[in-house]
């Protein structure tokens, strides 16, 4: 690519493509907005049945009618606007129709008329075939031309500007490119002063649309040919000129090549010694000051000088060159303060960057006030504090969760044995309290087993470390499936499930795996924490886009606990911990819930237990 944008073959090929398709496009515009102002895209139309013909016939009778009241007599009509000169052949008649005017009768018409004006009758015709060369003929050339393109023409357009599209990104792409030569390289056009550059094409393009402005008007196949053909060279210079610039900005900034650059360039080299002079003294000289006396004495030197200016121009006999030195000090104070401003503006933007997350944003303090460069470099120290402070908290989770992830890991072989030889010793028809023992041993290693898998994957859930699978998912098949698993937990605890889901399947995008275990961790919540001979209600509904599935109980204890805190880890609404939970179900729930795009949303109310898991849903 790079090779392609340096070839001087391939730039020419893509300007003349670009030159070429908006030749075409102008064409195919103008016969399309020709063909659309006359009705023109229906098949089977002669020049007669167009609208054209029609009005300009119109206006010919008009014009007949305005000849008879200008005295105008037939002698002077047949000589003037006989057969040779004109298609238009007509009859004015008067109000006791009588025929006062006429020029002649075709021998055949391709459309004829009558038209009523101020009480006299135009009988008009249009002969057949055209042969006179006047509007008519040259709009008939202009239909013959166009019409039979009707479908050609929008086509054209299309292709056209595909191929405007294709090569004008080339050729700003390869602006600037020159074969053998690294970066980007001025041209002579380039190197012209941009306003100049920009006064020029801008005036040649109005010139050259001027023009096609005055042919547009024109009914003949000439004048739409000149349209088109000014059009062209219009496009083009305003092309040459946006390539010119693409240019100068990728050469790195455009704005010297300006003559308001060069003055500048001439005026600091002129008086950039003595200024900058100036300006190292007055801070020195400031530099031990405090910043509120400093400003203090700023506006006290400001209304000095200005005081003595104006005494000078009115006590003056020649008050011109105390104007000057007034408007001179004014203009150096005005220079100073926007000087002042950018400093504090790129402080604001520091600050607005930092306040963003931009923590590695550094605040260009080149050329600011002492006063503004040192709380620069301060935004500067904060910012890098707080990197390290953002590390440091990082690096503290990293290893809680590394530290979590290996006590898991290392209980989970003695918990395997401890399960192992349970199940072993169930096997040896304990009786009595050792088989009560037995029994108390393996719950609690099973619960133990349950709140070790809790932690790992509440760690795994919270820090992303889970594959995930993203595919179209039934959800009334999960629940359906979860609630034939909780039907007799539910049953023990008296809890009515009132399930409420639509006939047809709903899907959503998420991992079939993880979204059981959301709803298996609500269903336990719901088993574990719901109040004795209550109902439960789980709905799946479609709502703006999203598919809400709802979990809604009365908790069995008070929930005297925010909705937020009750889904951090090892939060449990039951105070007493009566109850066998670890309290990472909602966390789990939650995270997982996360890791396939959804939301998770908890809802506190008194008593009254929500829980609404949001994805979007997919057709």
Known sequence: MKNLRSSLIAKIVASILAILSIGVMAISTIGIEYLYDGGLFRDGLSFYDTQRCKQEAENYAYRAYDWYQQGLTNREMASWFDQKQTNFAFELEDPQGRVVLNNYLPEESGIQGTQLIDGYTVHWWIQS????????????????LVYPLRRALPMSLAQAALVFLVAVPFLFSAAGHRKGREGITLNLMDKIPL?????GACLLVAFLVSIAVDAFYMDSIFYVAVLAVFLTLAGAVALAFCLSLATRIKYGKPWRGTLVWKFHNFFCRVFGRMLRWCWNLLAELTQSIPLIWKTALGFVVITLVNIFFSAIIFASYSP????????????????FFCYLSIGLQRLQQGGRKLAA????????????LPALKEHGENLGSIAQGMVAAVEQRMRSERLKTELITNVSHDIKTPLTSIINYVDLLGQEQLEGKAAEYLE???????RLKKLTEDLVEASKASTGNLNVSLEP??????????????????????????FDTPEEEIYVMADGRLLWRVVDNLLSNVSKYSLAGTRVYLQVERLDGEVVMSVKNISRDRLGIDAQELMERFVRGDTARSTEGSGLGL?????????MQGRFNLIVDGDLFKVEVRFWEIG
């Open 320 to 335: 011109g060159v105390g104007v000057l030195f007034f408007l001179l000090f004014n203009f150096a104070l005005f220079c």
């Open 440 to 446: 108390v041993l393996d719950r609690q290693s099973k």
């Open 587 to 595: 966390n789990i729930a939650r995270s997982l819930t996360e890791l």
């Open 473 to 498: 998912t039934g959800v009334c098949e999960i629940l359906h499936q979860a609630l034939g698993e909780y039907a007799e937990r539910l049953e023990a605890g008296r809890l009515e499930v009132v």
């Open 195 to 199: 306003e100049l550059y920009f006064g």
């Open 129 to 144: 075939p055209i042969t006179a060369e006047d509007w008519f003929y040259r709009d008939y050339q202009l239909f013959s």
């Open 357 to 368: 997350g931009a923590l590695d944003y550094k605040v260009d303090t080149n050329y600011m």
